[in-house]
C-alpha cells in the first residue's frame, strides 16, 4: 500500500510523515520537516496518503 518515499499523514491528525520502511501491516516514518529524528510506527489502516486542503499558490 505504501512504498518509502511517500507521504501519509495519521488519519486521526498529526504532522506531515514521511516513509523510510514497510512492514506487512506496518510502516515506520518521520516527521517529513526532520527527516533524522524521532521514528514512528504505525498500523497501515491509521495512515492516509498526504494531501493539502484549499488552493495553494492561486491568486
Given at each position: 500500500?505504501?512504498?518509502?518515499?511517500?507521504?501519509?499523514?495519521?488519519k486521526?491528525g498529526?504532522?506531515?510523515?514521511?516513509?523510510?520502511?514497510?512492514?506487512?501491516d506496518?510502516i515506520?516514518?518521520?516527521?517529513a520537516?526532520?527527516?533524522?529524528?524521532?521514528?514512528?510506527?504505525?498500523?497501515?489502516?491509521?495512515?492516509?496518503?498526504?494531501?493539502?486542503?484549499?488552493?495553494?499558490?492561486?491568486?
Amino acid at each position: 500500500m505504501f512504498a518509502p518515499g511517500d507521504l501519509v499523514q495519521p488519519k486521526n491528525g498529526g504532522p506531515k510523515l514521511k516513509v523510510i520502511e514497510v512492514h506487512e501491516d506496518s510502516i515506520v516514518a518521520v516527521q517529513a520537516s526532520d527527516e533524522h529524528g524521532k521514528q514512528y510506527t504505525l498500523k497501515n489502516a491509521d495512515v492516509a496518503p498526504y494531501q493539502e486542503d484549499g488552493d495553494f499558490g492561486v491568486c
